[in-house]
DNA sequence: TCAAAGTCTTGCTGTAGAGCAAAACTTTCT
DNA sequence: AGAAAGTTTTGCTCTACAGCAAGACTTTGA
């Protein structure tokens, strides 16, 4: 395991200052908020029936939620690259089981945050509020996003719209993954590869 | 045009009291930001490229939400009732164009807020706040389960799973919308409902 | 109350894409 | 460096579903 990246909490500063931006005093108090932790390539953040206790902010690395369905067959719906929040937001806000896995598909490295603990600032310092609001809109709207432009698309059309616009996954993330986050199987994927 | 329900106003204050309970003072403070409109079967409350400029409450009656694409594909991602809020978040939220149709099914008696009323009461009153968080999280869990309920789901499948999760799209919705809420073609939806 | 418009059903045909199996290629580990 | 494990590609076959067209049934409105 390499040694956590440096500039990490200059990334999760940064980020708030593109949201709500905070002050240098008011973001060493919430430092102690998260715990920077390493996750290796492969492993669960966490696993489907679990309940979810933290967010993630992606400091290096990657990690995907996918589920796992009734025939066994994987869906991915998310990728978490640098500079992301990413968790199972439905276990946290409704306090039930996940349907979903958290697993890290490169080496990853977070600034992780304890459930308890986020819900506390979103109450009581605004900036969070705003933060969290930030990420539900965002949240919903990715999500909206892809059940219009890949409903009722052809195989060749969803790759390339993946293609324009998540190119860094194309890039970064294996064919299998792929092929399960566009709902298409391993094998059509890599046949419309070379047709473009 | 039926005369506007009645108890309109209770709805709406009930639909409050569930999520964040508001004083009778408090309420009356708020009615003057709705307006009761009333849309005739098939009359769309906004279209594909205008800018959504306000959330509808609905007292009788139901809309659907619903996408045209490029392939002059109709694609239907919400069947609102009484006592939803409904309205394109999206556009709101960005101030973009719609990508979304919002048409009346049934004769539709709603209350209406406009989008810069809106947002001032989430600002400024705390249990508007609430709601709206409420919304955008139920959104979310909606759309997320939409996107795993179905994705992968034999078209046979869809419809068992419509019947359980949402029967009354089935008995008041036309035929041929619910099949394009669920993503498949009349034909089959009308064959499949032979199999039960 | 009956014509006209709209909606639902059903037969038939064509096709996109699933899924298996085996080969080619890549990565990982000792 | 070479064996073992994992991933990607490719040939082949099979099926669920789309989409047209024509007929049955339902709703609407003057």
Redesign the pocket.
């Given at each position: 395991m390499a040694k956590f990246p440096p500039g990490a909490w200059d990334q999760l500063r940064n980020y708030f200052s593109k949201i709500a931006p905070i002050s240098e005093g008011e973001f060493e108090d919430l430092k102690p908020s998260f715990t920077p932790s390493y996750f290796p390539?492969?492993s669960f953040l966490l696993r489907q029936g679990e309940l979810c206790q933290s967010m993630y902010f992606v400091v290096k690395g990657s990690f995907r939620i996918f589920h796992i369905n009734d025939?066994g067959?994987e869906l991915t719906r998310y990728f978490a690259f640098e500079n992301k929040f990413g968790t199972n937001l439905t276990s946290m806000i409704e306090g039930s089981p996940s349907v979903e896995n958290l697993q890290a598909v490169e080496p990853l490295f977070v600034l992780e945050i304890k459930k308890a603990t986020f819900f506390q600032l979103v109450e009581t310092i605004s900036q969070v509020n705003k933060i969290y609001r930030n990420i539900l809109q965002n949240a919903y709207i990715t999500s909206q996003r892809r059940i219009y432009d890949l409903q009722?698309?052809?195989?060749?059309?969803?790759l390339k719209w993946l293609l324009e616009q998540y190119p860094l996954i194309l890039s970064r993330?294996?064919?299998?993954?792929?092929?399960s986050y566009l709902?298409?199987?391993?094998?059509?994927?890599?046949?419309?590869?070379?047709e473009l």
């Open positions: 390539r492969n025939s067959q009722g698309m052809s195989a060749l059309d969803r993330i294996p064919s299998r993954l792929v092929a709902g298409i199987s391993q094998y059509t994927l890599s046949r419309l590869k070379s």
